[in-house]
């Protein structure tokens, strides 16, 4: 029984969705979220800067003594993932692992697709874990940074949206996907008008879903859980001193946060 909290972090409220899951998942557990909403978004940026950042947050959450972080960003998944691994000596989960091992198990042609950031992208981070698993699958990844912005600005329904989310994804209908990866933490927002625009013979995944029952997992094979009956915590940080991390993370989180604490990151 271990009743340390477990911490998720992102370059600010997209990664609620996967925090929203974990809940799900795993309600007696206790969390500290942290946002660098001064810094989003990570999309756009050079993966090296990115770097800086998410190690600089990973120690802030290993200074608060969490059994367990998880990357709740794609974009730092792909920077950082890795080095964070060897340079701690706790669990660390990414967002991308899972959600490439799901499209394996589901492809019926070896044919998957992915919509994320820019910076994800062209890091090329799902396709080189598709192919750890299976080699012979082709991964076809497009960048979707104005679907970011529409659920930023809580626009999550309409026409606009729509004829967005079937521009990003016609080119991936063309290569013949039947399997489509949720590369960005905003996007199980919007998962019901991308699976109205992706038609019934796609399979579509949300990594933030699959990350969850990574931590489920991790957490019972490790011993990790924590004990029942007590209340868990719910502790929140972000970065930024303008940001609407109330009103919009109530929209990712699917209900009240209470607190934020402001703090600084030393870049």
């Given amino acids: 029984m271990d009743n340390r909290a477990i911490g998720v972090f992102d370059s600010g409220v997209g990664g609620l969705t996967v925090l929203r899951e974990i ?59 890795n080095d964070l691994k060897k340079h701690y000596d706790i669990p660390i989960i990414g967002v991308i692992e899972p959600g490439a091992r799901t499209a394996v198990c589901n492809t019926r042609n070896k044919k998957v697709g992915v919509i994320a950031t820019k910076g994800t992208v062209e890091s090329n981070a799902y396709q080189e874990e598709i192919e750890k698993i299976d080699p012979d699958i082709k991964t076809f990844s497009v960048p979707a940074p104005l679907l970011v912005d529409f659920v930023e600005k809580s626009i999550l329904e309409g026409r606009r949206l729509n004829r967005a989310i079937y521009g990003y994804l016609k080119p991936l209908f063309e290569a013949d996907i039947d399997v489509l990866i949720l590369g960005c933490t905003h996007f199980p927002l919007i998962e019901k008008q991308i699976l109205a625009c992706s038609g019934n013979g796609i399979r579509v995944i949300s990594s933030a879903v699959e990350t969850a029952k990574d931590v489920k997992k ?28 109330f009103e919009v993370g109530k929209m990712f989180l699917g209900e009240e946060i209470r607190e934020v604490i402001r703090t600084k990151l030393d870049i």
Avoid at 44 to 56: A, M
Avoid at 220 to 245: C, D, W
């Fill in 218 to 245: 991790m957490l019972k094979e490790r011993g990790l859980s924590a004990g029942k009956g007590k209340k868990p915590q719910r502790i929140f940080y972000e970065t930024g001193i303008s940001s609407n991390f």
């Fill in 23 to 81: 809940i799900k998942a795993v309600p007696d557990e206790s969390t500290i979220y942290f946002g660098d909403t001064e810094r989003v978004p990570y999309g756009p940026r050079d993966l090296g800067e990115v770097k800086k950042f998410v190690f600089k947050i990973t120690k802030f959450l290993y200074d608060k003594d969490v059994k367990l972080i998880v990357i709740a960003c794609n974009t730092s998944t792909a920077a950082a993932f």
